[in-house]
């Protein structure tokens, strides 16, 4: 009996051992086949890259019989050769019916085509070839739409992404890029002169501005026409810098320059400006300059128009001067609250217990009423949000009370009048001049 029971006792140990050890073997024969099929022979002769263009078109499987290179357009499986050769190949895409019309349908995807988007004309690739003008054409349009600086063309990553997508893309210089905007600038002239020949008569708007970091004073001139389509067009003709002192003169001699230079001294209607006390002086001046040889209509009783948008931002500012004690003090408050994030996220908070929809605060900008109408019509919709944040910080003391926030309302149903006016007699892509009495009759009886 002790030796019956002392035999298995002994045996199940040795037969677990060897059990462990062939599990081991065959894991470790496991990872050297997986090892030999991962491994590349650094000793093997690599395989010779395919450089030919007819592996645009072929590719290479492997049936029963062996490997086969087959057709992409018409699937049609040719022998590879042992010395390598590809005449057969060459031969057999010169009669793929299926390649053919590949061809021709890429072919007409790639037409020349003028796209018409927004007024700006979009190029297209033709003939279904590459044509690395063409892409640099492109390239600076991208940039000057875009008002990217010059030096993205050279970023590495713009490159590699080109590279990628366009196997024959060429590198462009900072410099390639300037010379190609000069250029496009000059074709672009050159185009709007050609319309501006079978133009009749022509209106100009100009508007003149400070920047306020340099103190460097611009001045804009858009010429305005209806074309032979008679659709009514609207082009940008100068930009130009304007040296100090700025005077009447000075602004009279520029816009006369420029009318030279476009051929437009004949064909000018009329000229709209702002209402400026330099401006008076630059119409006179160059209103005598255009009727030496009566070339204004109606003795130039037409030629001077004032900007009734600009009259009607100068009415509003005047109003709110009136108030600008509650201005600053809605101002002040969603500057306080957006000053930290604390505070904004306690501000949230209550928006989401009150389940208004989230809305982002807006400032206001002293230079544009139109920033005030909107920060008066966010904050109405937050009143009681501004309120009840006022219970919980008590460092918050700018709240406006209940008769301003009455006031608040009711100049915000005055904006909301001067706004909605102000953007329909200031559009350009469609006549004003039949509209915008009407809506300034609109005001009178809103002030009335």
Known sequence: MASTDSTPLSSTPQGSRPATDSNAATAAAVNEEDIEATDVNPFARKKRVKTSVVWKDFTEIN???????????????????????????????????????????????????????????????????????????????????????????????????????????EKISCMMCKNDAVTLFERKKIKLKNLLKDVDKISLTNDLWKSSNQRIEYMVLIGHFVDGNWRLQKRILNFLYIAPPCTGSQIADLIYKCLKEWGLENKMYKISVDNASSNDATIRILKENLATDNRLLCGGRLFHVRCCAHILNLIVRDGLSQIRSIIDDVHDSVAYVKQTKSRLIVFLEIVQMLHLPNRKLILDYKTRWNSTFEMF??????????????????????????????????????????????????GSEYPTANIYLSEIFRVKVMLD
């Not at 590949?102 to 279904?128: C, M, P, S």
């Not at 301003?404 to 001067?418: A, D, H, R, S, T």
Request: hydrophobic content about 40%.
């Open 63 to 169: 049936v029963s019989s062996g490997p086969k290179d087959e057709c992409i357009h018409c699937k049609r499986r040719l022998a590879i050769t042992s010395t390598g050769s590809i005449t057969h190949l060459s031969r057999h895409l010169k009669t793929c019916v299926r390649r053919q019309l590949f061809e021709k349908q890429q072919q007409r995807f790639f037409e020349a085509k003028n796209l018409a988007d927004a007024g700006n004309v979009i190029l297209v690739l033709t003939g279904g070839k590459f044509d690395m003008a063409k892409i640099r054409e492109l390239v600076v349009t991208w940039v000057l739409m875009h008002e990217h600086p010059f030096t993205i063309v050279e970023e590495e990553g713009f490159n590699n992404m080109q590279r990628y997508v366009i196997p024959e893309w």
């Open 377 to 426: 019509s966010i904050a109405m919709k937050f009143k009681n949000v501004i309120e009840r944040y006022k219970e919980k910080d008590p460092h918050y003391n700018c709240c406006p009370s209940v008769e301003e926030w009455v006031k608040v309302e009711q100049v915000c149903e005055v904006l909301g009048v001067f706004s909605t006016i102000a953007n329909v007699i200031s």
